[in-house]
């Protein structure tokens, strides 16, 4: 399969090419990278190493603060999938060459901060100026947390019979983004207050707080059996992940998965705008925490993330592999694929040209 022109490489590329490379062999990597996981575990004998790495992305359309909440969240989110906040960080900053030392302060500054909210202190890291480097790719970071050996999850742990839950529901990041980037299409169509508004989407991006409260009821067979991001591909491709990493099947019930009304409104508003179909399932959606979770704690799980101020339903079960992957929908059931696009990009890039030309 060749490389998809935008986004994360799918699971068959990871598979013939970045799998069967991966270095030195060493047998303290007890999770290695493995699509479809947030992080890779190093066991250090009583205690384990998590970590994660990710690009800096920065949208100087966003806002520098804005801009830095969001690189650290999309690091420390994916940390915190294992039910274990993250701890230090690793920073590397690419930047343009017409960068100002003023942008670049505010950026850092901003970042340093929500690091310092989040517990997280920065070790080490690399910033300069290089020719080749822009938006919004700066460079990259490590988050790296420390576990117990047996206090963590991963997206591999999920068991036959739990049950699955989702928070937030669906297109968090997609109506987020597109509602910072371009409120003039949100404003023309539902009016400034309701494009004002939509703006708050942004701030959803973080799994952060769900992981760590849903962590709270306990782990593996006390309760939370694993948690995912899920990020491209949407909730779709995320709960593909999870049941592939696992091992296992799902049943999926579409009617019970809760959907914000004004990520809603965004959704056909930019459906209607670019003329693109935003299936927002399949749509990016950092911010969408998928957990597996024992059943007997299911409802207190749900109640607990509720209580927490974060939406939540269960939406399915875990069944064997065999099973497959199904959904559920006005009564009838079928597969489950695997999207085979990402339309939160299409949607993007035909939003800027059709405003670059209006």
């Known amino acids: 399969m060749s490389l998809p022109e935008l986004g994360k490489l799918k699971a068959s590329v990871f598979k013939e090419v970045i799998f069967p490379n991966l270095g030195a062999e060493d047998e303290t990597v ?26 800096i992305f920065v949208v100087p359309e966003y806002g520098w603060e804005r801009s830095a909440w969001f690189a650290v969240h999309i690091l420390a989110s994916d940390v915190a999938t294992s039910g274990v906040p993250a ?3 690793a920073v590397d900053f690419n930047l343009p060459v017409d960068m100002k030392k003023e942008e670049f302060a505010t950026l850092w500054r901003a970042f340093s901060n929500e690091c310092k909210k989040l517990g997280i202190s920065i070790v080490s890291g690399h910033t300069g100026k290089y020719e080749g480097c822009n938006y919004p790719m700066l460079g990259g970071a490590a988050a790296i947390a420390i576990a117990d050996k047996n206090g963590y999850v991963t997206s591999a742990m999920a068991k036959v019979g739990d049950k699955v839950v989702v928070t937030k529901g669906p297109a968090i990041e997609t109506s987020g983004i597109l509602s910072v980037m371009f409120p003039q299409v949100l404003e023309e169509r539902y009016g400034k207050e309701f494009a004002l508004k939509a703006q708050e ?13 849903a962590a709270s009821i306990g782990i593996r067979e006390d309760g939370v059996t694993a948690m995912h991001d899920a990020t491209e591909y949407g909730l779709w491709g995320g709960l593909h992940e999870v049941a ?23 959704i056909r508003a930019f459906s209607d705008f670019t003329g693109i179909d935003i299936d927002p399932y399949k749509a990016i959606s950092e911010g969408t925490l998928i957990i597996t979770v024992r059943p007997n704690k299911a409802d207190e799980l749900v109640l607990k993330l509720k209580n927490s101020g974060i939406e939540a339903a269960i939406i399915g079960e875990v069944v064997s592999k065999e099973e497959g ?5 006005d009564g009838s ?14 949607a993007f890039f035909r939003t800027v040209e059709l405003l670059k030309n209006k």
């Open 201 to 213: 989407i942004f701030w959803l991006q973080s799994v952060v707080k769900d992981a760590l409260v």
């Open 87 to 89: 701890r230090y960080m």
């Open 333 to 346: 059931e079928r597969k489950l694929e695997y999207p085979e696009q990402d339309p939160f990009w299409p």
């Open 244 to 266: 592939t990493a696992s091992n296992v099947g799902m049943v999926i019930y579409k009617e019970r998965i809760p959907i914000r009304e004004d990520v809603k409104k965004v």
């Open 30 to 55: 007890i999770v290695k990278p493995t699509h479809g996981v947030d992080f890779g575990v190093v066991d250090l004998g009583d205690r384990v190493l998590i970590v994660k790495s990710d690009p």
């Open 325 to 329: 992957i199904r959904l559920v929908e």
